[in-house]
């Protein structure tokens, strides 16, 4: 009888540690020094909320130790943590695409690290919430390959 009432629990209720895998990333170009950063990144946050916890993961690949006034050696340390984590995300072909480039955020799905749209400081709270939407909707109902939105809204791809 206890194993029943255990097992009724955790169907009900789950386990407090227990957390779903998000189902959108937020790959975030960041810097302190970055004053379109300082615009995006409250509006991002603020449209995140909207959604329960660990729906969406916001992944701040942060180069603020690589800017202007910073040596080679710091500059390096901060683009190889960046990359790192990007990697761990499944995005690293994004840094290819953006890296040091700051004040630009990529929502990708998380299962895949498939690029769904992006966002950037010209968009509003609402419409970065609009885009979450239709991707969290595309992440879940769209086979992999085929997640993106009608009409492009990413900038295309820097080539070094």
Request: net charge neutral; hydrophobic share 45%; with cysteine.
């Amino acid at each position: 009888m206890r194993h029943f009432f255990i097992g009724l629990v955790f169907l009900l209720f789950g386990t407090a540690s227990a957390q779903a895998d998000p189902v959108l990333r937020i790959i975030n170009f960041t810097a302190d020094w970055c004053s379109n950063c300082q615009i995006l990144n409250p509006r991002i946050d603020d449209a995140m909320s909207e959604y329960p916890e660990g729906t969406i993961e916001l992944v701040n690949l942060d180069v603020t130790d690589a800017g202007r006034k910073a040596d080679e050696l710091r500059k390096a340390a901060a683009f190889a943590d960046a990359i790192r984590l990007a990697d761990a995300n499944k995005a690293g072909y994004l840094w290819d695409w953006y890296g040091g480039i700051t004040g630009i955020a990529v929502i990708v799905a998380a299962d895949t690290g498939e690029p769904i749209s992006c966002v950037m400081r010209p968009l509003k709270r609402k419409d970065i919430s609009a885009r979450l939407k239709l991707a969290k909707i595309l992440a879940e109902r769209a086979p992999a390959g085929q997640r993106k939105p009608d009409g492009p809204d990413c900038p295309a791809p820097m080539r070094n």
